[in-house]
């Protein structure tokens, strides 16, 4: 009898309709214990978005600008040594900035306000170790108020990133004394700029084995963006927003909001994610396989970051190897067409100016994106679709023209479900299956080969609930001849090459997707024939596939008889290899005659004794 009303009030709970009203649950839900898969799914399909949230997926493109200290001293991550006076751009023009973003299409920008190095882009109280100990505007200037102000001129939404970890800070590691620290830079940012809509924690730590050890309030820090800036959604390090696990610029074909993934700044992530396989990486973040697993879900969407050039600060080799516009419509296509937000970087170089070459290629990926999405060749493409699974909608054509993208929008006010659909176009009367696809959620762009039709037909062929579609579009996307970008480094290819006692031959043959792995961490020796003048060198990880001993901290000799040896760079690293493992080069201060080269690792990405190359190459002059 007990078991018989329970089991009564679990079907209505489930069925999610509570006096005819459907049950929503808005960012997160708890699976009750014993729900069945079938139960698990129907609660999923009315997972929803928090205002902010949805209002921010809407946003489809934020810029990003990395921007401070590491302009000016070519880094990637600093030390936070540095001194503050080499922070000095000649010519900085926010409004530069915000106008070739607005003009680009972009919506929102999100400046690092603090990076890694602890240099503030502000004059915050809580250390010198910002620009009002530097020389630009003798110190009386501060980038976040010029580029806020530019943001309001240009209509453009702003937001900031801000470094948990810091290099700089002293109290840094004395858990409590930094988290004070940290909340006033938060409380500063958040009070004195007027609205900030998104904010960035970056969750990169690269402090080793014995570095600080600081234990983050992420409940303080999140309780403080509430209270400051409610619109705001906090994003990486905080349960708004999720990285999308990569820096290149790729979402995920089959992209869940709704995901297993516990965000970070809950005491239980590591626990729950640990034991359910997930990292932010994971290809399946959503699935009904991992339903079943789950006992939680969050509407915890995904955000793609990538830079407009290899690094995320500027540097003037780098000037010649802005994307081309092939590989930014690729991204756009693989973010915002696979339900993300991206979140591209285009960082202000010394000037204080975005370089011609990165405003150019803007201003080309506006226009692209504006001319494609200019003419829909549909007829109806607002009206609602409501469905049940196994239902097939028809979308007629305007024009008899060819088009080879569609645009799909779920009504992800009320939830995420649809899991999978195929696409057949009516071609000369006979129906073809042109593409088929997975989830759709805020936005699906499906592109396929160019055709001409009368109608398309869509199936529905597996939803968690009835789907509902807010909009369809059939466009035209041009075809673009990529250029490549150009590296500007000569590099010279050794002779041979040892990876500990083994000869590396894939190591030097200019083929990034051959590689050498070695066990324990063993030094890369490199024999270059003859005494030849160095610049540097150029160390490229392994990218794809496995990844293990990719050499993070390393000291290199230099020698002219492979016997005797000078050091030249003591305990350097490579930053940022872990999430963004591009090819590294290194310029030496002053270049120098050598025979053979020594490549020693100190310290793998991941602690590990392993040692992994793709390729080495010597910069020559
Ligand atoms: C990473 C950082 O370490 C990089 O420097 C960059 O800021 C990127 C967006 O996030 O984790």
Partial sequence: MKHTAITISLCLLFMGCQSGKTQYYEKHLVFPEGATIEQKVDMASRLTPSQQQLEWQKLELTAFLHFGINTFTNREWGDGKEDPKLFNPTQLDAEQWARTLKEAG????????????????????????????SPWKEGKGDVVKELKEACDKYGLKFGVYLSPWDRNAACYGDSPE???????????????YGEIHEVWFDGACGEGPNGKKQVYDWDTFYKTIQQLQPNAVMAIMGDDVRWVGNEKGFGRETEWSATALVPGIYNRADSINKALGLRNKSEDLGSRDLLARANELFWYPSEVDVSIRPGWFYHSTEDNQVKSLAHLVDIYFESVGYNSVLLLNIPPDTRGLIHENDVQRLRELGEYIDRTFATDYSQDGNRKIVGKEGDSFEITMTENVPINTLMLQENIAEGQRIEEFTVEASINGVWETIAEGTTVGYKRLVRFNDI?????????????????????????????????????????????????DKNAAEAIDGNVSTAVHENGLVPVLIDLGEIKEIKGFCYTPVAEGNTEGTIFRYNLYHSNDGKSWQNIVRNAEFSNIKNNPIPQFVTLDKPLKAKYLKL?????INGNKLTSIADFGVMIP
């Fill in 106 to 133: 972009f919506k929102m920008v999100i400046l690092t306000a603090k990076h890694h190095d602890g240099f503030c882009l502000w004059p915050t109280e809580t250390t010198r170790h910002s620009v009002a100990s």
């Fill in 178 to 192: 930094y988290n004070k620290f940290f909340v006033k830079q938060l409380t500063e940012l958040l009070t004195n």
């Fill in 452 to 500: 001409v039709a009368d109608k398309l037909r869509v199936t529905i062929n597996r939803t968690r609930a009835d789907f509902s579609i807010l909009r369809t579009g059939l466009f035209y996307a041009s075809h673009i001849i990529d250029e490549n970008s150009q590296a500007q480094e000569n590099l010279f290819t050794p002779k041979s090459c040892l990876v500990g």
């Fill in 600 to 604: 020693e690792p100190i310290e793998e």
